[in-house]
């Protein structure tokens, strides 16, 4: 096992992998009626240390439900991915969820996080193998958003793969997008490969708002944080304390959007490009779409993905489904 951890560090320090480019998406992004920034940029380092501390608000229940349902149901996941499987995680963060799975999977061949923040990826690598030391852990620094190749251990791997997906991360993408997701990812595992994914259900406004606009403002400080990195990764301008934090819940497209709101009228520069804000004008940095299960179900049967089981939290506020490609 130290063999194997040598060599996962050795291949994420090469010179060889290609950083993931900001700055060509901000400024499509910042070109468009409505100013939009992926959400997967606000995951830098301090962004992804701001996300842990969201995780634990009282506000903020998915995180908190999703836990327990774990907790209380892992042993059943477990059963139902059976023994001898590979668990690939796309924007797995910390790996911290899925060492509930982890501990409960019998005979696992290897887990396979993809991140892409290096520093995270590195550091939840090493908490990985010092908790599981005979597990075959092989990273893969990248954007899950685009195509990923393998390593060559989940291509000769002939027993089922289990994509782990949890955060309601899914909820990120817009219908279209979330299809084309489990599409992907669906021709990736194979015929009767899994998908274990966590999704926020819908509920009543204020719960959704209150918890994307805690009261201690962190979630603000985590949206926020996204224009240091701006202006430390795109060579950018920004002074946050012109904008300010902005949490709405869309009825119609059924979604929690996050906006950074301009206070003021502003010309920023972002590398050899300025762009004008008007006072009141915003930023789309993240849409968390909320689905009931026959909402869900009836996306992933596009997908060709069969529901096996789905299980709530107590309070009924979040679901994870187990789904198998046919």
């Not at 060599?7 to 910042?30: C, N, Q, W």
């Not at 959400?39 to 996300?51: A, Q």
């Not at 403002?217 to 301008?237: C, D, H, I, P, Y």
């Not at 959007?257 to 940095?285: A, P």
Request: hydrophobic letters at 35%; glycine letters at 6%.
């Amino acid at each position: 096992m130290m063999e194997n951890q040598e060599t996962t560090h050795e291949m994420l320090d090469t010179d060889s992998l290609a950083t993931p480019s900001i700055l060509k998406e901000v400024l499509v992004g910042l070109s468009m009626s409505q100013k939009t920034i992926p959400p997967k940029f606000l995951y830098d380092k301090r962004g992804s240390e701001i996300y842990q501390d969201i995780c634990g608000l009282k506000e903020y229940y998915p995180c908190r439900s999703e836990n327990e349902i774990l907790k209380t149901y892992a042993h059943e996941m477990a059963r139902f991915i059976g023994p001898n499987a590979l668990i690939i995680e796309p924007g797995s963060g910390v790996a911290e969820k899925v060492k509930y799975l982890l501990l409960r999977l019998i005979k696992v061949k290897g887990y396979l996080p993809i991140e892409i923040s290096r520093e995270i990826l590195m550091q939840s690598v090493k908490d990985i193998q010092q908790r599981f030391p005979k597990l075959h852990v092989d990273p893969i620094w990248g954007d899950f958003t685009q195509n990923i190749e393998l390593p060559q251990m989940a291509q000769e791997h002939v027993g089922k793969k289990v994509v782990f997906f949890p955060g309601s991360t899914i909820g990120n993408f817009n219908q279209a997008e979330a299809l084309d997701f489990l599409k992907r990812y669906g021709k990736m595992l194979g015929q009767g490969g899994g998908f274990l994914i966590g999704v926020d259900l819908k509920k009543d406004k204020k719960h959704l708002i209150q918890a994307y606009d805690d009261s201690e403002g962190v979630t603000a400080s985590f949206n926020l944080n996204l224009l240091n990195r701006l202006n430390r990764e795109a060579s950018a301008a920004f002074d946050p304390s012109s904008f300010t934090h902005q949490a709405i819940y869309n009825q119609e497209l059924g979604r929690v959007e996050m906006h950074l709101v301009s206070k003021v009228s502003q010309l920023i520069r972002v590398n050899q490009t300025v762009f004008r804000f008007k006072e009141g004008e915003t930023i789309h940095t993240e849409s968390s779409y909320k689905y009931n299960v026959d909402e869900f179900c009836e996306l992933c049967s596009k997908a060709k993905l069969k529901l096996r089981k789905y299980w709530k939290d107590r309070d009924g506020m979040f679901c994870m489904y187990y789904l198998e490609r046919d």
